[in-house]
C-alpha cells in the first residue's frame, strides 16, 4: 500500500474512528497511518480483547516498547547537550527525565485516560496509569512511524517543554535512598518496619515506621509499600537536612 493510500485510508472508518484519530492526531502533531497500533495503545487488559491472531490486546506489550524509546531518545539528548557528563551523571539524569513521577505527569497533562477502552472505571486507576498509557503511547508511534517520529514527538511533548538541566540536577529521585547513603556513610543501624495498616474505609495501606540507631524517626502510611517508605524517607531527610551530606 502507498502512503498517499495509507495516509487517506478512511473508508472503512467509523465516526468514533474518526473522532479518535482527530483527538490523536492532534496529540501527536502528525496524521497516524495505523490507527490499531493508537487504539491498542489505550486498550486495558479487562477489556479482554484479543487480535486477529488471537493475541491479547492491551497496551502492555507497547508500554514496555515505548519505555525502550524514551530512554533511548532522552539518553541520545543527554548525550549531545551534556558533553562533559559521564555515565554515572548522564543515567542519573535520564532517570529523572524518566521516573514514573515525571511520565504520570505527561499522561495526566494530555489527558490520555480519556481514550482508554476499559470495563474498569478510570477513577479506580492509580497515578501509574498516566505514565503506563504515556509509554504505551511512544511504542504505537515507533510501529506506525519509525524513530525519527518518536524522536521528534518526545521532542515536542518531553524535552522542550519539561527537561530543565539546571532544575533536574537539583532534583530528587529517591529520598530513600538519600537516607540509606547518609546511614551507611555515618555508620547509623536504620530498618524500615513495615506492616499492614487497613483505613476506616476497609482500603488495604500499608504502614512504615522508619528507625535510625533503634529509634523511629519517621512514620507513614500509603497504599503501597514502596510509596509508604519513600514518604518516611522524604520526612526522615526534612528531618535530617543539615546533617545529610547531599554531595
Not at 75 to 96: I, N
Not at 214 to 224: D, F, G, H, Q
Request: with cysteine.
Amino acid at each position: 500500500m502507498s502512503l498517499i493510500k495509507k495516509i487517506f485510508k478512511k473508508t472503512s472508518r467509523s465516526n468514533e474512528d474518526g473522532i479518535f484519530f482527530s483527538k490523536i492526531e492532534a496529540i501527536l502533531g502528525f496524521r497516524p497511518l495505523y490507527l490499531e497500533h493508537y487504539q491498542k495503545a489505550f486498550t486495558h487488559r479487562s477489556s479482554n480483547k484479543i487480535d486477529n491472531n488471537g493475541n491479547p490486546m492491551n497496551y502492555e506489550r507497547l508500554e514496555f516498547l515505548g519505555d525502550a524509546m524514551l530512554s533511548a531518545v532522552i539518553a541520545a539528548y543527554l548525550h549531545k547537550e551534556v558533553p562533559t557528563g559521564d555515565e554515572g551523571y548522564l543515567t542519573k539524569m535520564r532517570s529523572k527525565i524518566v521516573s514514573r513521577e515525571h511520565l504520570n505527569e505527561l499522561g495526566k497533562d494530555l489527558q490520555l485516560t480519556q481514550f482508554i477502552d476499559s470495563k474498569i472505571p478510570t477513577a479506580q486507576f492509580g497515578d501509574n496509569i498516566h505514565g503506563n498509557i504515556f509509554e504505551a503511547l511512544v511504542g504505537a508511534i515507533y510501529l506506525d512511524r519509525g524513530y525519527a517520529y518518536c524522536e521528534k514527538f518526545i521532542d515536542t511533548r518531553v524535552i522542550i517543554p519539561y527537561v530543565d538541566i539546571a532544575r533536574l540536577e537539583g532534583k530528587v529521585i529517591s529520598y530513600k535512598s538519600l537516607v540509606i547513603e547518609w546511614c551507611q556513610k555515618e555508620k547509623k543501624s536504620f530498618h524500615y518496619d513495615t506492616f499492614e495498616d487497613n483505613a476506616i474505609s476497609g482500603e488495604r495501606l500499608f504502614a512504615v515506621h522508619l528507625r535510625i540507631d533503634e529509634k523511629i524517626v519517621a512514620k507513614s502510611r500509603a497504599a503501597s509499600k514502596k510509596k509508604a517508605e519513600e514518604i518516611a524517607s522524604k520526612r526522615a531527610y526534612f528531618a535530617f537536612q543539615e546533617k545529610i551530606n547531599l554531595k
